[in-house]
């Protein structure tokens, strides 16, 4: 089991997700890399008729069908204790055996009060800084030296404190865009969002287009964004924010101004 830091929440180690017929295979690598480095697991089971029966028998795994198809959202179906350590979980990515304990670490040397943590991050680009406008991603495969303050993060590396998941009612806004949903929730708390640092491949992606829930549709079949998506982005970059790309270890060094944001990719 992890060992934890001074300074780290007491609760439950609990790594959330939720998945779908189609995936069960990356469902089992997920639960052999996860489970042992963490007290529990809640997994929702959508469009399932009936948990398997070895992970149903499971007493560290919280199985969870429902009748309606969560989504993305399924991640947070359970509330968590306050003081637990949540991880949300997705089985399209490799996670290697000390990710639980180094993003403990990560989370613990930043301070977890005020702040939700995870590996790919998202920053808005306005324009006016001679840059392209629009989102720049830092892809969680990739390496980045430092953690940085991003604006939002995406919801399959999240980790955070229990008492900064949002409630399943809120996340249902948001069935298929938990980032912008997490994002927002974390906002309107005064959460600030981070980047952790890790080196380049130690998260693994599933690069196989074809597997099962990786494709995405045609350009001309994707559906406009739903009303609460499109606010709580606009809501998202209206926010005045003084962490925004900027490495922790300047922002602490600010005391909390507005430190110049690096341009270095990997976040020296």
Request: hydrophobic share 40%; proline share 10%; net charge negative.
């Amino acid at each position: 089991m992890t060992t934890r830091p001074a300074g780290a929440p007491q609760g439950k180690i609990v790594a959330q997700m939720v998945t779908t017929p189609e995936t069960e295979p990356r469902l089992r690598a997920t639960i052999a890399s996860i489970l042992p480095q963490v007290d529990r697991m809640v997994i929702v089971f959508n469009r399932y008729d009936e948990v398997p029966a070895d992970i149903l028998a499971n007493p560290a795994i919280e199985a969870i069908t429902t009748d309606a198809d969560t989504a993305d959202a399924g991640r947070f179906f359970l509330p968590p204790g306050a003081d637990d350590i949540v991880f949300l979980i997705d089985e399209r990515i490799g996670y290697p055996a000390d990710y639980v304990s180094r993003s403990i670490e990560q989370a613990t040397e930043i301070g977890w009060d005020g702040a939700v943590f995870g590996y790919k991050g998202l920053i808005h680009r306005s324009g006016e800084d001679g840059q392209p406008r629009g989102w720049r991603q830092l892809p969680y495969a990739d390496q980045l030296n430092r953690p940085r303050g991003v604006e939002m993060l995406g919801t399959g590396t999240v980790v955070a404190r229990g008492d900064a998941i949002p409630p399943i009612g809120f996340m249902l806004n948001y069935p298929q865009d938990p980032d912008v949903g997490f994002a927002l929730a974390s906002l309107r708390a005064g959460r600030r969002a981070w980047a952790l640092a890790r080196a380049d491949g130690w998260l693994r992606a599933d690069d196989d287009p074809d597997a099962p829930g990786n494709a995405p549709p045609p350009e001309d079949e994707r559906p406009e964004p739903p009303l609460p998506v499109v606010g709580g982005i606009h809501e998202i970059i209206g926010a005045e924010l003084d962490h925004v790309d900027v490495p922790h270890h300047r922002y602490v060094k600010a005391k909390g101004g507005r430190a110049r944001p690096a341009r270095n990719d990997k976040g020296a």
